[in-house]
C-alpha cells in the first residue's frame, strides 16, 4: 500500500511473507498468515492440539525470521528443552520451502493438557533455542542460541534480536484452529499468522537506548536509556494487535498493516511465497544407509527388510539390506 492506501502490489494472500516499510517510524517488518501449509504439514502428525499450536508458532517465526535472508540458503530453527514437548525442529529455504516436526512425550503432553498448562512455557520447559543459517556447502554457518526458560517463542525471538543481532524487534505469533461443516461432516482446519517489526534508523545512535549496554557488575542495576519516540510508537501500535486479527481470513496480511500503519504510510513489498516441501528423498536415505557399518545395518533390519520413516514429512522408505555393503 502507498501512504495514501492504495495497494501496489497483488495481495499476498495465505502462506506468503509480506515485507513491509513504515518509513516515517523507521520501521521494516514481514507479515504472514498461514493457512493450507501449516495444515498440510500438521496433518502429516498426530499431534496433539497443544503440540500442533507450538509447532505452528514455531512455523511462522522461522518464516519471518528466514525470509529476510538474501541469499541461496536455509534457516534452521530448533528447541532443545527438558519439558514434554523436548524438541521442534523447522527447515526454512530460501526459495520458500519447508518442513516441521516436532518430538514430544505423549503421557507428559497428556497431563499437560488435562492440567490446563498447555502455554509454550509449560510445554517447552527450560533450554535452549538455536537459530542457524546455513548458506551452504562452501560457506559457513552462522549460529545464534538463546535461552528458554519457561518463556514463549515471542520472547525468546525478542532476546536473539537484542544479544545476537542488536536490533529493537517485536514479534507477533498466534495459531488457531478453524471448525466448519462440509457436506455435513465437521473439518478442523489451523490458520497461524505473524509479525515482525524492527526499528532500523539510518543514525545508529538512535538504536542504541532500546538495547543492552553490556554485562553489569552482580547485583548492579543498570538504568535503562529512554527509547526513540519513533519506536516507542511503533511498539505500541503492534502492541494493539489481538491474536484473533493475526489468525483471520477476513483480516489478511494487507489489511492489518493498514490498520496498524495507515496514520503513517505503510508500503508492501511483493511477497515471497511459502509452500510445504520436504527435502526428503529415497537418493538421500539410500546415500545415508551406504554409509552404515555392518552393525549398523544389522540393527536396523526388521522382518528382513529396512523400513525408514522422514520424521518431518512421514514419507516411507523401504530397502533391500542385501543392497548394502554392511548388510550383505
Same mark, same amino acid.
Given at each position: ?22 518509513a516515517a517510524l523507521d520501521v ?83 497431563? /499437560? ?5 498447555? !502455554?509454550? *512455557? =509449560?510445554?517447552?520447559?527450560?533450554? $535452549?533455542? &538455536? ?84 554485562? /553489569? ?5 543498570? !538504568?535503562? *536509556? =529512554?527509547?526513540?519516540?519513533?519506536? $516507542?510508537? &511503533? ?79 512421514g514419507r516411507k522408505y523401504a ?10
Amino acid at each position: 500500500m502507498s501512504e495514501a492506501g492504495v495497494q501496489t502490489v497483488a495481495p499476498a494472500g495465505d502462506d506468503a511473507a509480506l515485507p513491509f516499510e513504515v518509513a516515517a517510524l523507521d520501521v521494516r517488518g514481514r507479515a504472514i498468515q498461514m493457512g493450507p501449509v501449516l495444515n498440510t504439514i500438521l496433518a502429516g502428525h498426530a499431534y496433539p492440539d497443544s503440540v500442533s499450536k507450538l509447532l505452528g508458532e514455531a512455523l511462522v517465526l522461522a518464516v519471518l525470521l528466514g525470509s529476510s535472508l538474501k541469499f541461496d540458503g536455509k534457516f534452521i530453527l530448533q528447541t532443545d528443552t527438558d519439558g514434554p514437548v523436548d524438541m521442534l525442529v523447522v527447515d526454512y529455504r530460501t526459495d520458500g520451502g519447508m518442513r516441521g516436526y516436532a518430538r514430544f512425550d505423549a503421557e507428559k503432553v497428556a497431563a /499437560a493438557e488435562a492440567e490446563g498448562r498447555t !502455554e509454550p *512455557g =509449560a510445554l517447552l520447559g527450560k533450554g $535452549v533455542l &538455536a537459530m542457524t543459517i546455513d548458506q551452504g556447502p562452501e560457506m559457513s554457518r552462522y549460529q545464534g542460541i538463546v535461552p528458554l526458560d519457561g518463556g514463549t517463542l515471542e520472547d525468546a525471538g525478542h532476546t536473539y534480536f537484542r544479544q545476537s543481532e542488536q536490533i529493537p524487534t517485536r514479534i507477533r505469533l498466534a495459531v488457531a484452529e478453524f471448525q466448519s461443516r462440509e457436506t455435513g461432516e465437521l473439518v478442523r482446519t489451523w490458520r497461524a499468522g505473524g509479525l515482525i517489526v524492527q526499528f532500523l534508523p539510518k543514525a545508529p545512535e538512535r538504536i542504541r537506548a532500546d538495547l543492552p549496554g553490556g554485562d /553489569a557488575p552482580e547485583g548492579m542495576e543498570v !538504568e535503562a *536509556g =529512554a527509547e526513540d519516540d519513533a519506536w $516507542v510508537e &511503533a511498539q505500541s501500535l503492534v502492541g494493539t494487535i489481538e491474536d484473533h486479527e493475526l489468525t483471520d481470513p477476513a483480516v489478511p496480511a494487507e489489511r492489518l498493516l493498514f490498520r496498524l500503519f495507515h496514520e503513517r504510510g505503510v508500503r508492501v513489498f511483493s511477497p515471497i511465497q511459502v509452500v510445504d516441501r520436504c527435502s526428503c528423498s529415497r537418493e538421500k536415505v539410500e546415500g545415508l544407509l551406504e554409509s552404515f557399518s555392518a552393525e549398523e545395518i544389522a540393527e536396523s533390519i526388521e522382518d528382513g527388510g529396512i523400513a525408514v520413516t522422514c520424521e518431518f514429512c512421514g514419507r516411507k522408505y523401504a530397502f533391500d539390506p542385501d543392497q548394502f555393503s554392511g548388510g550383505s
